[in-house]
């Protein structure tokens, strides 16, 4: 495998504890970032956000959509250059219980992530597989039974 340095990994939650644990356990360098700096996640312990991104060309945002607004504006600068892969789903849940898209009409979760940020190449993944899948059904390339990963660039 070639060496891309580290991965910084924004979260704690279930999401980007399943991830961690995958690439770490296929020998990828990870760097967690979170709000809640010290939170166990996968085999490590959470660092800020800012230390996790300094060093990484590739960040993971496996944060919900609504904590956009708080993480982005102290890092957008430093995601300039770097590719930005998010799996947070822009949705409201409405007092019946039904779920709907929480965007302006004609943006997509990509878009509206990439004008925020503009300098950085964005990518959208894993936002259709719960946590569950990704810890229980994980399996390296080799493997004969595999699932997919939708990716939109």
Do not use: Y
Not at 80 to 92: F, L
């Amino acid at each position: 495998m070639t060496n891309m340095g580290p991965i910084a990994l924004i979260g704690s939650g279930r999401i980007a504890t399943a991830l961690a644990t995958a690439w770490m356990d296929n020998g990828l360098d990870v760097r967690v970032g979170a709000r809640r700096v010290g939170s166990p996640v996968a085999r490590t312990t959470s660092i800020t956000i800012e230390e996790a991104v300094r060093s990484a060309m590739v960040v993971m945002l496996a944060i919900p959509h609504q904590a956009l607004d708080e993480v982005l504006p102290p890092i957008t600068a430093a995601l300039d250059g770097r590719v930005v892969i998010s799996c947070a789903n822009p949705v409201r849940v409405l007092p019946d219980g039904s779920f709907v898209p929480d965007l302006p009409d004609g943006l997509t979760a990509g878009s509206a992530l990439q004008v925020r940020l503009p300098a950085s190449k964005v990518a959208r993944a894993f936002s259709h597989l719960p946590a569950e899948t990704l810890t229980t059904r994980a399996a390296p390339a080799s493997a004969a039974m595999r699932h997919a990963v939708a990716v939109a660039a």
